[in-house]
Nanobody
Framework: QVQLVESGGGLVQAGGSLRLSCAASGRTLSSYVMGWFRQAPGKEREFVTAITWNAANSYYADSVKGRFTISRDNGKNMVYLQMNSLKPEDTAVYYC?????????????????WGQGTQVTVSS
């Protein structure tokens, strides 16, 4: 079992930045693909970004490419999401997730463990 806890969300003005963190416990994260997803009110959960076990590859949704950066520190069992140039449409609950396999890193069904989420609100 892997327990994931997100932090770092909050209220920020458009154009601002936030850094989300995901802390894992239970097992080392080094063998998991890690992803971030988000869900806005009234919308389905959507893929944001993912990173492979050794950070050799990362994947981004078109809507965040060039603005968001995913990173990981396996030694600390942490995953991060640096979000720059935030827009009101980035407002959502952001979830950290862990997957044992790299079958479909952009699909939520690929992930085995989920955090409870952290709210990000971007004001215009």
């Amino acid at each position: 079992q892997v327990q994931l806890v997100e932090s770092g969300g909050g209220l920020v003005q458009a154009g601002g930045s936030l850094r989300l963190s995901c802390a894992a416990s239970g097992r080392t994260l080094s063998s998991y693909v890690m992803g971030w997803f988000r869900q806005a009110p009234g919308k389905e959960r959507e893929f944001v970004t993912a990173i492979t076990w050794n950070a050799a590859n990362s994947y981004y949704a078109d809507s965040v490419k060039g603005r968001f950066t995913i990173s990981r520190d396996n030694g600390k069992n942490m995953v991060y999401l640096q979000m720059n140039s935030l827009k009101p449409e980035d407002t959502a609950v952001y979830y950290c997730a862990a997957a044992r396999f790299l079958n479909a890193p952009t699909r939520d069904y690929n992930y085995d463990y989920w955090g409870q989420g952290t709210q990000v609100t971007v004001s215009s």
